[in-house]
């Protein structure tokens, strides 16, 4: 049996620092593998790339009527009936509540594609190039309940270039998203987070 952590990714749509992690873990001597992949939306384009590398997928929607707390509920089912050791956002859309952020405490990280506490929320690209900021990129940090408000982990910086548009410098910081998210994953289970309160290996 492998002794690998068990990595719970939580995603919304395309996936690509989901495949990022995942290609990370395909190395036997990554600390974690992908244990599930759950989307709050069936029609995640992530989710055909979690099963296409034979990982198990969960769609787990909030329906019409149905309150965050049910919602958060299954969710919650899904990762503990998995074992889950740390649960990892990437390009989840949703708010999760303090119930939620205070029962995995340690345990649940997210990725953003900004230097926080600057732009959090959304449009970020194009909110450095209206800006005209020189500098962007993208921040592992901690998930609490306030949104992209939690300790940073680690950042990767990029130059904002005169003629970038927002695809041009998404890109940009996307391919240091993917290099950076496993790095961080890696890293929290080495230990180098523990005096954050965050898992470690042992
Ligand atoms: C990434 O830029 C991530 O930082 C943000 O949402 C985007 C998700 O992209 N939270 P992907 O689904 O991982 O391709």
Redesign the pocket.
């Known amino acids: 049996m492998s002794g690998r952590k068990k990595l719970g990714i939580l995603?919304?749509?395309?996936?690509?620092?989901?495949?990022a992690i995942v290609a990370a873990t395909q190395n036997e001597s990554y600390p974690a593998r992908v244990e599930v992949v759950i989307s709050d939306n069936r029609e995640a384009a992530?989710l055909e790339t979690a099963k296409s590398n034979r990982i198990k997928t969960v769609a787990i929607e909030r329906r019409s009527g149905a309150s965050r707390q049910d919602h958060e509920a299954a969710i919650v089912k899904a990762l503990d009936g998995a074992g889950i050791d740390l649960i990892c956002?990437?390009?989840?859309m949703r708010i999760l509540s303090k119930a939620f952020t205070e029962r995995y405490e340690g345990r649940l990280i997210?990725?953003?594609?900004s230097l926080l506490p600057e732009y959090k929320g959304l449009d970020t690209h194009a909110r450095v190039i209206a800006d005209k900021g020189t500098t962007h990129g993208?921040t592992v940090h901690i998930v609490n309940d306030e949104m992209d408000g939690g300790t940073i982990l680690a950042q990767t910086s990029v130059p904002v270039f005169e003629d970038d548009t927002e695809t041009i410098l998404?890109g940009r910081?996307?391919a240091q998203?993917h290099k950076l998210y496993q790095k961080v994953i890696r890293e929290i289970f080495e230990g180098r987070f523990a005096h954050l309160g965050m898992v470690t290996d042992g």
């Open positions: 995603i919304s749509g395309r996936g690509s620092n989901m495949e992530g956002l990437a390009g989840y997210n990725i953003h594609p993208c998404a910081v996307l998203e």
